[in-house]
């Protein structure tokens, strides 16, 4: 029998099958072996063991389009992210690292600025503004009002979608708001400005035929992936117009005179924002220890 892992906790992994029923299953031994590990969205071969229980075991594991780093998920599509524009303040940096690692393992983003009744049309803008040249979509909504939804229903059709981002963003709310059966815990922000975690653990939620979403725990950092500082500059598709016509070959944007990039940034051509965030990444990369 055929199904895709929708959730794995403490090694039990619960596969939804084209029949819509959901088989606990235990992974063969065989995997632990060579050191393959399920993740939620595989697609899957399964013995059932017990019909009457839906309980199985998987038997084999079918090629993955993509497997994600973090969050651990296989066979995805596309991501949104989700910042809150307020209520917690948006971490630019933790959200600029996202996108790089999603541009990494090449999944296609869009951004979405929550809670959006809480600022005016001209914040709006500026946030706006600071991503239309990032290569993503940018969306802004406000889930406790419904606003904007319908539009992430569009998003997502016919598409595997990770939701992503810090905890109290709203990622819960509109799993909820998407598919209620799912009843997914959502916590407020914490007296300190940090939303409160409430998902544990990533799991793919069976929105219609071909269509999926996979709710994540909330995050607070997030560690780039092991790459040259060198190529930093390449996940930042801003910078595009400008590579090869500063003075130097590989020039890396940071302190070589004559940069197109850095001219750029003096002209308002590209976020001041995320130009930090991208010396904040280059630097970071720089002190990475190589192993």
Same mark, same amino acid.
């Given at each position: 029998?055929?199904?895709?892992?929708?959730?794995?906790?403490?090694?039990f992994?619960?596969?939804? &099958?084209?029949?819509?029923?959901?088989y606990?299953?235990?992974?063969?031994?065989v995997?632990?072996?060579?050191?393959?590990?399920?993740?939620?969205?595989? =697609?899957?071969?399964?013995?059932?063991?017990?019909? /009457?229980?839906k309980?199985?075991?998987?038997?084999?594991?079918?090629?993955?389009?993509?497997?994600?780093?973090? @969050?651990?998920?296989?066979?995805?599509?596309?991501?949104?992210?989700?910042?809150? $524009?307020?209520?917690?303040?948006?971490?630019?940096?933790?959200l600029?690292?996202?996108?790089l690692?999603?541009?990494?393992?090449?999944?296609p983003? &869009?951004?979405?600025?929550n809670?959006?009744?809480?600022?005016?049309?001209?914040?709006?803008?500026?946030?706006?503004?600071?991503?239309? +040249?990032?290569?993503?979509?940018v969306?802004?909504?406000?889930?406790?009002?419904a606003?904007g939804?319908?539009?992430? #229903?569009?998003?997502? /059709? #016919?598409?595997?979608?990770?939701l992503?981002? @810090?905890s109290?963003?709203?990622?819960? &709310?509109?799993?909820?708001?998407?598919? @209620?059966?799912?009843k997914m815990?959502?916590?407020?922000?914490?007296?300190?400005?940090?939303?409160r #975690?409430?998902?544990?653990?990533?799991?793919?939620?069976?929105?219609a035929?071909?269509?999926?979403?996979?709710?994540?725990?909330?995050?607070?950092?997030?560690?780039?992936?092991?790459?040259?500082k060198e190529? $930093?500059?390449?996940y930042?598709?801003?910078? %595009?117009? =400008?590579?090869? +016509?500063?003075?130097?070959?590989?020039?890396? #944007?940071?302190s %070589? @005179?004559?940069c197109?990039?850095?001219?750029?940034?003096?002209q308002?051509?590209?976020?001041?924002?995320?130009?930090?965030?991208?010396q /904040?990444?280059?630097? %970071?990369? +720089? %002190?990475?220890?190589? =192993?």
């Amino acid at each position: 029998m055929q199904g895709r892992i929708i959730k794995g906790i403490a090694g039990f992994y619960y596969v939804h &099958t084209q029949t819509d029923a959901v088989y606990e299953c235990k992974a063969k031994g065989v995997f632990r072996n060579k050191k393959i590990k399920p993740l939620v969205g595989d =697609y899957v071969i399964l013995e059932v063991l017990d019909e /009457e229980k839906k309980k199985g075991n998987i038997t084999d594991i079918q090629p993955r389009s993509n497997e994600l780093i973090r @969050p651990a998920a296989s066979n995805v599509d596309q991501a949104i992210i989700i910042f809150a $524009v307020k209520n917690p303040e948006p971490n630019f940096n933790l959200l600029d690292k996202f996108l790089l690692m999603m541009d990494y393992q090449n999944v296609p983003t &869009t951004i979405c600025f929550n809670k959006s009744d809480l600022i005016d049309g001209e914040e709006q803008k500026r946030l706006s503004q600071m991503y239309e +040249k990032s290569g993503c979509k940018v969306l802004f909504t406000s889930f406790y009002n419904a606003v904007g939804i319908e539009q992430v #229903h569009k998003i997502l /059709e #016919h598409k595997t979608t990770i939701l992503a981002g @810090p905890s109290g963003v709203g990622k819960s &709310t509109l799993t909820n708001a998407i598919l @209620p059966e799912a009843k997914m815990e959502t916590g407020g922000v914490s007296k300190i400005g940090r939303g409160r #975690h409430t998902t544990r653990h990533s799991e793919i939620f069976h929105v219609a035929d071909d269509t999926y979403i996979c709710d994540t725990p909330g995050f607070t950092s997030l560690n780039i992936p092991q790459m040259e500082k060198e190529d $930093v500059r390449l996940y930042f598709p801003e910078f %595009e117009p =400008y590579e090869g +016509k500063c003075r130097f070959n590989g020039c890396v #944007h940071i302190s %070589e @005179p004559d940069c197109k990039v850095k001219e750029a940034l003096e002209q308002g051509k590209i976020s001041q924002r995320r130009y930090e965030s991208y010396q /904040e990444i280059f630097q %970071e990369c +720089k %002190e990475q220890k190589k =192993y």
